[in-house]
Structures are given as C-alpha cells and as structure tokens.
C-alpha cells in the first residue's frame, strides 16, 4: 500500500485549517462565539481520497481536535468523523464534484450536523431545557455557517492547487 501524495496535502491543509479556526477562536473568546469548520475536514476527504486513506486522514484531524477540547472525552471526534466519512461514502457518486454550490450546500448541512452532535454531547440534559442553550447553540452553527460559506471556496481551491502543484491531473471525475 503505497502513501498517496493527495493524503499528505489534504492533511497538511487540515492541520493548516485547524490552526487558522483555533487563532480565530482565541479572538472571538471575549464574546463567547465558537466557530466550527469541521466540514472542511470530511467533505475534501470523500471527494479526494480512497475510503482508506480518507478515514487515515480524519482520524488523525478527530485527535487533534478532540486534543484541543477540554470537556470532551478523546475520541469523539475520531468517531463521528470515521462515521460520517463511511457514511458519506456511500454517496460519493451523487456529488457533482464541479458544482461548487452542491458542495457548499453538502458543507454547511453536515457543519450543522456536526455541531448538533457536539452541542448535544457537551451540554446536560437540564441545561438543553433553557432557551438560552439554543439560542447559543444557534448564533455558533450561524456565525459558522457564515464562515463556511465564506473559506470553503478558498480552502478547496488551495487543496486543488497543492495537487495540481506536485503533478497531479484532475480530470473532471476527481475534480472538486
């Protein structure tokens, strides 16, 4: 099993991604807003790579980012990320990988999936009562979603140029 050069892009801008969203979030912190792009880090991976090599990827992004949440036991994030990349791949051949507005409605539906799963996990059965969690929960999966919307079309055409960069052809099968 030989190491694909497209694995190695797609985790080195993940780990890039990562890093931008944690400075990002360390400057929103005073007013209580957490981002999450974690679509980003499953969409490319069904696009790009092999089951195999897609699920490699995302469970060494599901560590690092379960390495950066305090409250949350270690492995949440490689778990829901390796299901939804199997999940997903099951529908790898509906996705028209040249239609940017398909990928940006498959990203910010599974980014507000995601971060559903997570506000559910994080808080407790008494504070999901209040309005107030919701009401939260809701200004993150916005702002969020805004972001999204704003990178995703930046961070794909990085990932595209990375491989293109280091001789890759995309024909238009595997082209995002």
Not at 12 to 19: C, I, K, Q, S, V
Request: hydrophobic share 55%.
């Amino acid at each position: 099993m030989n190491l694909d050069i497209k694995t190695v892009i797609v985790i080195f801008t993940h780990f890039l991604l990562f890093f931008l969203t944690v400075m990002i979030n360390n400057r929103l912190a005073p007013y209580s807003i957490h981002l999450s792009v974690a679509a980003l880090y499953i969409i490319p991976v069904i696009l790009h790579l092999q089951l195999g090599w897609g699920l490699i990827a995302v469970a060494l992004q599901g560590l690092m980012l379960d390495s950066n949440f305090e409250p949350e036991a270690y492995g949440f994030h490689l778990i829901l990320f390796t299901c939804l990349v199997t999940l997903l791949t099951y529908f790898k051949s509906t996705i028209r990988r040249s239609s940017y507005y398909q990928i940006l409605i498959l990203c910010t539906g599974i980014n507000s999936l995601i971060m559903l799963i997570e506000s559910m996990r994080w808080g407790s059965l008494a504070l999901m009562t209040e309005s107030a969690f919701w009401l939260r929960m809701l200004l993150d999966m916005t702002v969020s979603n805004v972001l999204l919307i704003l990178i995703t079309g930046w961070f794909i055409a990085l990932q595209r140029q990375l491989i293109f960069f280091v001789g890759i052809d995309l024909n238009p099968e595997e082209d995002i």
